[in-house]
């Protein structure tokens, strides 16, 4: 299975210092702080609590790089960036797939950095043969959205095209999203190992839900180059989440703290673990950066 990972035509990702250009880099002594959203800045249910709201403006306007972490496109990121008081920082979104940089003085308020583009084409084929009945979605290069018929989600951040898995598999993608409603989470998890997936990274989440992107990508691997071109230690860094899409950030972050909803894989990757989402376990985290 063929992947081709590059960087995003009209930006280039070596950062520019501070100063020149508007690139933001990392204050010292301070923490980067990698947030993912789901299940740890908001409940399963989409919902921030004021408690996490207070306490991520409260750790923004102390100074520390936050950047929001997660599975989300750039569309559905974007509000949760607002929540949080984000006006110059950073967000890695779909996964690691887009790196945008915040600042509120851009037209549009952000400026995508990299992108990581992979052909579906293969993934689609053979998850197609094992899973005829699941719905399938693409985050393009372009930032759009194709789906199969009916097949829309709130961590997509718009409104999908309906199209067909012919023209879908012509697509540039940046992420590969596959939910089945069939089988269970654990029946799904079989599935997919069964396929043998080359040349891709993925992850499963707590259903029957699939993401897909290129190879080597994950949301620690888009972390650590935005690390290194803001010039943040390693030592510094924190990161918060709860899926097995954080497993790989968890492990790359001097300190890793997963939620306390978190399977027991994603905990058992952690430096510590925090309290539940529903019990606002992220406020404890952001209150000891702030104590620090």
């Known amino acids: 299975m063929n992947s081709s990972i590059r960087t995003d035509d009209t930006t280039d990702f070596s950062l520019p210092a501070a100063g020149r250009g508007g690139a933001f880099a990392h204050q010292q002594g301070k923490a980067m702080v990698c947030l993912d959203v789901d299940g740890t800045l908001v409940n399963h249910d989409g919902h921030m609590s004021e408690a996490v709201r207070v306490a991520g403006r409260a750790v923004v306007a102390d100074g520390h790089t936050v950047v929001v972490s997660t599975?989300?496109?750039?569309?559905?990121?974007?509000?949760?960036?607002?929540?949080?008081g984000v006006?110059?920082?950073?967000?890695?979104?779909?996964?690691g797939?887009?790196?945008?940089?915040?600042?509120?003085?851009?037209?549009?308020?952000?400026?995508?950095?990299?992108?990581?583009v992979f052909d579906p084409a293969p993934a689609l084929d053979?998850?197609?043969r094992r899973l005829p009945n699941a719905k399938?979605?693409?985050?393009?290069?372009?930032?759009?959205f194709l789906s199969t018929e009916r097949f829309q989600d709130m961590s997509f951040g718009l409104w999908a095209e309906g199209t067909s898995l012919h023209k879908m598999r012509h697509a540039e993608a940046v992420r590969l999203v596959v939910n089945s409603d069939d089988a269970t989470s654990e029946e799904f998890t079989a599935a997919v190992a069964s396929i043998g997936l080359q040349g891709v990274t993925y992850s499963v989440g707590w259903s029957a839900w699939?993401?897909?992107?290129?190879?080597?990508?994950?949301?620690?691997?888009?972390?650590?180059?935005?690390?290194?071109?803001?010039?943040?230690?390693?030592?510094?860094?924190?990161?918060?989440?709860?899926?097995?899409?954080?497993?790989?950030?968890?492990?790359?972050?001097?300190?890793?703290?997963?939620?306390?909803?978190?399977?027991?894989?994603?905990?058992?990757?952690?430096?510590?673990?925090t309290g539940h989402v529903d019990e606002d376990g992220l406020v404890d985290v952001l209150t000891s950066i702030l104590a620090d």
Request: with cysteine; aromatic share 4%; glycine share 10%.
């Open 136 to 144: 399938y979605a693409i985050e393009t290069s372009a930032g759009t």
């Open 126 to 128: 053979a998850l197609q």
């Open 71 to 84: 599975g989300r496109s750039l569309p559905a990121t974007l509000p949760i960036i607002e929540m949080i």
């Open 87 to 95: 006006t110059h920082g950073y967000a890695v979104c779909s996964n």
């Open 97 to 116: 797939g887009v790196t945008v940089r915040i600042d509120l003085e851009l037209e549009d308020g952000y400026e995508v950095l990299d992108r990581r």
């Open 210 to 273: 699939l993401d897909i992107a290129a190879a080597g990508v994950t949301k620690a691997s888009s972390l650590e180059a935005l690390r290194e071109k803001i010039a943040a230690p390693i030592e510094v860094t924190v990161a918060c989440g709860d899926g097995r899409n954080d497993i790989e950030m968890l492990a790359w972050a001097g300190r890793g703290v997963a939620m306390g909803q978190a399977p027991e894989e994603v905990k058992a990757v952690a430096d510590e673990v």
